[in-house]
């Protein structure tokens, strides 16, 4: 709110929830800070059922969380085409038919305003996937414009390092609801997170100076054109 402006007054802003301990953690930290603000705006949590995959989540659970939280709660459910596109991953499909699930609501509810709950290590996952498997520089945005400016997807974790999540829902018990999905240490991603650990060995803070890097950026001395 402070630094990047994510949140204001009026907005109304849809969670992704998927029951891990991270959209847990950005939905209780948005519900906690409208309490806290001198203005208004609204939260709906969405949680989005892959089914067909081997992915349960606890239903019960996620609906008496967003109630403790006073969050109105939807739930929609897709399957995973995964035979339209044999050349894809799992995850890339899924990932895929969730995020169109999610525009589409925040058109359905009048959303202008849609919060994913990414952290430091993803962006650091993001910028070394892309590197490495598609060369190009980029990453996670804080806050990106879309459908020319209808909506934003914003990330208020973005700062936060997922060490700093995982003890904060230790200590508020936010134990993860949903069941691992079958198909979640076979991807890319997995790969790139045991080698960003190779780097932090390496170098203590490599991690977070990769984060940084984003902004220290000096393209004179890259070789382009």
Request: with cysteine.
């Amino acid at each position: 709110m402070r630094d990047h402006a994510m949140v204001e007054e009026g907005d109304h802003v849809l969670v992704g929830l998927s029951g891990g301990k991270d959209s847990m953690i950005l939905l209780k930290a948005l519900a906690d800070r409208r309490s806290a603000v001198p203005f208004d705006f609204k939260i709906t949590a969405v949680h989005v059922e892959a089914t067909g995959i081997g992915y349960h989540i606890d239903k019960g659970k996620l609906s008496q969380f967003c109630d403790s939280l006073e969050v109105p709660l939807l739930y929609k459910a897709i399957e995973p085409d995964q035979k339209k596109d044999p050349s894809k991953a799992t995850c890339f499909i899924c990932s895929w038919t969730r995020r169109k699930v999610l525009f589409d609501l925040t058109k359905e509810l009048n959303c202008n305003k849609l919060a994913l709950g990414h952290h430091r290590n993803d962006a650091v996952e993001t910028l070394l996937l892309n590197m490495i498997y598609h060369g190009s520089i980029s990453s996670l945005p804080y806050s990106l414009k879309m459908f020319e400016g209808r909506i934003y997807l914003i990330r208020p974790l973005m700062d936060l390092d997922e060490r700093l999540l995982s003890d904060y829902a230790a200590l508020n018990n936010l134990v993860k609801i949903e069941k691992s999905c079958p198909h979640e240490d076979k991807t890319q991603r997995e790969s790139i997170a045991q080698l960003i650990k190779q780097v932090e060995k390496i170098h203590g803070t490599g991690p977070y100076n990769m984060f940084k890097s984003m902004r220290k950026v000096f393209t004179e001395y890259l070789p382009h054109g």
